[in-house]
């Protein structure tokens, strides 16, 4: 059974239809004794972190949160869920969960494409995730996909290591984190059509090993 | 970098695929499930829904394609059509769509998009904006006025200026339909579209007048259009997505070819 935890940051059914089709059992919960005896962990969200974190702290699924990942299981940080496990975040000047070491910083207003145009934000819409390494949850993605983001932050991991996954948005930034038994992307694999599918469904069968 | 959007709008009525002609006329053509996954299928970046229903007890039908669609495919979907208050947005959302649309509503209620971005995030709120081209005068300085309910009511708001008070205001995006282009097959309003585009630093989806490739790939470089609605030249089977972002990458357009 996957926990994906409810801290009313949006509409969080998306990822569970999206794990619906795939056949996989879910439950969207802010119950920690109900996402204790679950295997998984989905930890998905809009919105912004300030908010985030009140919610989260008053649940006391902040530390339920550190605990899960520190005790080994496997668990999925999707957009703002990505994140809040950070140190901190520019948005409302935010303290996070402090999982990965670093910052959520916001686009610079004055970001430019290549041909000098000033670029939209928030980033909204499909662009590419460069994976310079293996992993087993970024696995069998054809050469090329894209995925769906839409965000204003982005999240500046201060050990690069940790960065699995970057995109060109005008500065090149971290799209996807894994260390150890977590990953986390600030894309929506859920909104991605079949490459998104596909890494939803490799987190679904992972044991939490980051090595191949 | 990021690709440029296209997106099919799909027109719905008690439940049935419309499409209007500069909105008279509208033929049914078919289950707006069914088309959404055939354009899923087909590489489409994301569904634009409009609700035409009028009647209060159609909207909960609307609801029922909401869900079902959710449930088909994975990509994000917007709903826009009679979205009056929080509520009719809450209920969208919840659903499964990603984002709704407010068009005349915000015009006759503009706190409607401040609600909408405070409980659910400026992303979650497009403002749609129907645009005709009229004689420049002191409150319509950019020779384009809003006008609401299909066309038949012009508002005295400059477009230019709305574009931007929906930003302030907290819309996550602007979906700019021009009402002369509208159904005409004829290319979109270019003029408009850069216009607006230049002058917000939200992303803006062109609507209304594509018939060929090439009015896309007008709008999307010299319009500098974010997304490109589309809708008569793909119902019609006159092209499909695919054709039409093959042909926007040899011309030079990112778009996302992998699905």
Request: hydrophobic share 40%; aromatic share 8%; charged share 25%.
């Amino acid at each position: 059974m996957i926990g994906i935890i409810d801290y009313k940051a949006g509409n969080l059914t998306s990822v569970a239809r999206a794990l619906h089709y795939l056949g996989v059992p879910c439950e969207v919960t802010d119950n920690p004794e109900i996402l204790d005896s679950c295997d998984r962990i989905i930890f998905p969200g809009v919105g912004a972190a300030g908010e985030a974190m009140i919610n989260l702290r008053s649940k006391g699924l902040d530390q339920r949160l550190r605990d899960w990942v520190a005790s080994g299981k496997p668990t999925l940080g999707i957009c703002l869920g990505t994140q809040v496990i950070f140190e901190r975040s520019e948005e409302n000047d935010a303290v996070c969960l402090g999982i990965v070491p670093g910052s959520v910083q916001r686009f610079p207003g004055d970001l430019k494409d290549r041909g000098g145009r000033f670029l939209k934000i928030p980033h909204m819409g499909w662009n590419q995730v460069e994976f310079p390494r293996a992993h087993p949850v970024f696995k069998d993605l054809p050469s090329g996909a894209e995925f769906y983001f839409v965000h204003s932050y982005y999240p500046a991991p201060a050990d690069e290591r940790w960065g699995i996954g970057w995109t060109d948005y005008g500065l090149r930034f971290c799209a996807a984190i894994a260390h150890e038994n977590l990953v986390a992307v600030q894309f929506h694999p859920e909104k991605s059509g079949a490459p998104g599918l596909q890494i939803l469904a490799n987190f679904c069968r992972w044991g939490g090993q980051d090595a191949q | 970098m990021l690709s440029k959007r296209i997106i099919p709008c799909l027109d719905v009525r008690d439940g049935k695929l419309t499409k209007g002609i500069k909105f008279k006329g509208n033929i049914d053509i078919g289950d707006p499930v069914e088309a959404a996954r055939e354009y899923y299928e087909q590489g489409a970046d994301e569904i634009v829904f409009y609700d035409i229903t009028a009647s209060s007890d159609a909207r909960n039908i609307m609801l029922d394609v909401v869900r079902r669609v959710a449930e088909t495919i994975f990509i994000p979907f917007s709903v826009g059509g009679g979205i009056r208050s929080v509520e009719d947005m809450r209920a969208v959302i919840l659903a499964g769509a990603e984002k709704i649309s407010v068009n005349s509503e915000a015009v006759k209620n503009p706190a409607l998009i401040e609600e909408g971005a405070k409980a659910f995030g400026n992303q979650c709120v497009v403002l749609g904006m129907d645009v005709k081209k009229v004689a420049i005068r002191p409150e319509i300085p950019s020779g384009y006025e809003i006008v609401i309910h299909g066309g038949r009511i012009f508002t005295g708001r400059d477009a230019l200026q709305w574009a931007k008070e929906g930003e302030s205001r907290g819309a996550g995006e602007i979906c700019l339909n021009s009402i002369d282009a509208d159904g005409t097959q004829e290319g979109y309003e270019i003029e408009l579209t850069r216009l607006v585009s230049s002058q917000v630093r939200i992303p803006v989806i062109a609507s209304g007048g594509a018939g060929k490739p090439e009015h896309l790939l007008d709008v999307l470089n010299e319009g500098q259009a974010d997304a490109a609605l589309i809708a008569s030249i793909v119902h019609y089977r006159t092209h499909t997505i695919q054709d039409l972002k093959t042909y926007l990458t040899g011309h030079g357009v990112k778009v996302r070819m992998q699905w």
